[in-house]
């Protein structure tokens, strides 16, 4: 779908959307659980409906309400089941030892750019422990059942193999220890998978090698959780309002595991008018100047800080950025296409994306590639461009945040929708 975006100003209030990353995991734990789990929230997009799908194919019961997904366990899991994870990597690097956890003999299949995600690291543990799988790449066969053992995984590639082995290793009979090899990457994620595993009453033991999980553990529900707003999308209107406007977005917890929520250190680093009372995160236009910043631990708020970057005065270089390549799009090399489009000026050299502060706003028309994040990064683009743009693929917001146009035109976005 085509939308065009006119220069606007963002002002007003925006509720946060529930948590993507609590939602995935809290789904897991309350479909492994003694009893019925409501998740309360603004619990949205196609990647946690992937998970939910999944679990349902499993054996759970997941019934969508106004106020949250209201989440049966799995009981005895099916004998035979096909796992659609449509595009989503961390639904297929949760669920895939999840099934093999409950020896479920299940079909796994995706589509869009999830074929290419890495997966090998996490295929070989879980083979290396009882699991069956037929292929490297989706579709992916599974089959035998996992025992407890020495789960060995490359920790520089995606904490998501971390995270699935941690919610599915705790229901095995024998002990397992997940052994990392080299640094762990994007750590925060890890930490929002311990807090729900500590509201489900599971312990998952820090080592130096990496965790020790003891085996024969029961998930405990509490019969309601409630998801906390998500930072990674509300990352999008704080640096809206910081470009060109005064947003305020409500929902969100300052005491937060989610790593995301570093999105107001950054922008106050690059002198951005951020204030936070009782929960309210407001941001407020701001002239912005170059920051060096390592986003290892946050690559997902690469696109819109490149947006703001190149807004400031100066150059901005974002270190830690490798695994860009690896997410829904090349975003490595999207965000470069996205800024020269717009008149700007960004390269990577070195390990680390530098972006050149000014830009000569030529009208463009951009790409989504497919990618949520980076379809949300062109509207905020939009909004001091002073020429328009034209979106292509405005629809892969859906994939995260499927309101956010809804939201963004609502604080005073332009955006219109293109007929051929």
């Not at 717009?342 to 009208?363: P, Q, V």
């Amino acid at each position: 779908m085509l939308k065009a975006l006119y220069p606007s100003e963002l002002k007003g209030e925006v509720e946060a959307i529930a948590s993507k990353s609590f939602v995935h995991r809290a789904l897991i734990a309350a479909a492994l659980s003694d009893i019925p789990t409501l998740i309360k929230g603004r619990i949205v997009g196609d990647d946690a409906a992937a998970t939910a799908s999944c679990l349902k194919a499993l054996g759970s019961g997941i019934e969508i309400l106004p106020e949250g997904y209201k989440v049966t366990p799995v009981g005895k899991a099916r004998g035979k089941a096909t796992l659609d994870c449509s595009e989503s990597g961390s639904t297929l690097r949760f669920i895939l030892p999840l099934a093999c956890a409950l020896g479920a003999e299940c079909e796994i299949i995706g589509r869009g750019r999830l074929a290419q995600r890495p997966l090998a690291g996490l295929i070989k543990a879980l083979s290396d422990n009882g699991a069956e799988i037929e292929g490297d790449t989706l579709p992916l066969k599974t089959g035998g059942k996992l025992r407890g053992g020495d789960y060995i995984v490359p920790a520089n590639i995606s904490s998501q193999y971390i995270t699935g082995l941690l919610l599915a290793l705790p229901i095995l009979d024998g002990d397992s220890r997940i052994i990392l090899k080299g640094e762990a990457v994007s750590a925060p994620y890890i930490d929002i998978t311990l807090g729900v595993l500590e509201l489900f009453g599971i312990e998952a033991k820090r080592e130096a090698y990496g965790f020790y999980i003891k085996g024969g553990q029961k998930y405990i529900s509490s019969g309601q959780t409630e998801a906390e707003g998500d930072w990674s999308n509300a990352a999008f209107f704080i640096a809206g309002g910081a470009l060109g406007g005064d947003v305020t977005v409500k929902g969100l917890s300052l005491s937060s595991r989610q790593g995301d929520k570093a999105v107001i250190d950054i922008l106050k680093r690059m002198g951005a008018d951020i204030t936070i009372d009782r929960g309210l995160v407001r941001a407020k236009k701001s002239a912005l100047k170059g920051v060096t910043e390592n986003l290892d631990k946050v690559p997902d708020l690469a696109p819109v800080l490149s947006i703001a970057a190149m807004r400031a005065e100066g150059a901005t270089v974002f270190e830690g950025v490798r695994r860009l390549k690896d997410k829904e799009s090349d975003r490595l090399s999207a965000i470069i296409e996205v800024i020269t489009e717009l008149g700007g000026k960004a390269e990577y050299k070195e390990g680390s994306l530098i972006i050149y502060g000014g830009c000569e706003c030529k009208e463009a028309v951009l790409s989504s590639y497919n990618d949520h994040r980076m379809a949300m990064s062109a509207a905020i683009a939009a909004i001091n461009h002073n020429k328009r743009i034209i979106l292509d693929g405005s629809e892969s917001v859906s994939k995260s945040y499927p309101d956010f146009f809804t939201d963004y035109k609502k604080l005073g976005g332009k955006a219109d929708d293109i007929h051929s």
